[in-house]
């Protein structure tokens, strides 16, 4: 005798071989051809965001200014090679620069205009083919551009660059060049941090 079994309403007899695999799109595949375009979307998306980060800018916005109030200030306070104090150690020196930072090669201003128009494209090419900078990196940015744009904003306007910071027998320098020395030195380190993090470690680890 056999006993019938029939479905409950609303439904049908499961199968465990009714269940079907989800198979993994085209496009999720790594090796497809959806996936470069993935990867340079999500690419360019990063350089995006990069670009409009307001942390370099608003470090860049900060140096300019402060550069251009103090270089006025100067210039409406003392004559050229005036000093405040006139003696000491710290001074205030009223200077022209026709050279670079620190009083080097002078009276090549027309080649250092040029010369510094190419450092900050420079400058900003490698900022935006950078992946991810983190916040350390997108500052140090934001100080060497703020100061080659302090510099670059005196050549084109005035012919020279006024420095006014003099220490001792050190060169009279600005806020600019202090910028990017500054931005040059983080950037220095945080490479060097960088490749000590990339090399290989060798030590107790797998002795015994």
């Known amino acids: 005798m056999t006993e019938n079994k029939t479905p409950a309403a609303g439904g049908t007899p499961a199968s465990r071989g009714d269940a079907q695999p989800v198979q993994p799109s085209e496009s999720s595949l790594p090796g497809t051809p959806a996936a470069p375009l993935v990867a340079a979307a999500r690419e360019k ?3 995006r965001s990069i670009l409009t980060d307001p942390a ?11 550069d251009q109030l103090t ?3 100067v210039v409406r306070s003392l004559v050229r090679g005036e000093s ?5 150690f710290f001074r205030i020196t009223h200077a022209w620069n026709t050279g670079t930072a620190f009083g080097l090669l002078q009276d090549y201003g027309g080649v250092l205009t040029v010369v510094s128009l190419l450092a900050v494209v420079v400058l900003f090419y490698f900022y935006r ?3 991810s900078p983190s916040l350390f990196v997108r500052t140090a940015f934001g100080l060497q551009l703020g100061g080659a744009f302090g510099n670059l904003f005196d050549r084109v306007r005035l012919g020279h660059v006024t420095d006014f910071i003099h220490v001792g027998p050190w060169p009279v320098f600005n806020l600019a060049d202090s910028s990017i020395v500054v931005g040059i030195a983080l950037m220095a380190w945080h490479m060097w941090n960088a490749a000590a993090d990339t ?3 060798t030590g107790g680890a797998g002795q015994g």
Do not use: E, H, I, N
């Open 71 to 73: 270089k006025t200030a």
């Open 45 to 47: 998306s990063a350089r």
């Open 84 to 88: 405040w104090p006139p003696d000491g």
């Open 56 to 66: 370099p800018w608003l470090t860049l916005a900060a140096v300019f200014a402060a």
């Open 129 to 131: 083919s950078a992946s």
């Open 199 to 201: 090399k290989p470690r």
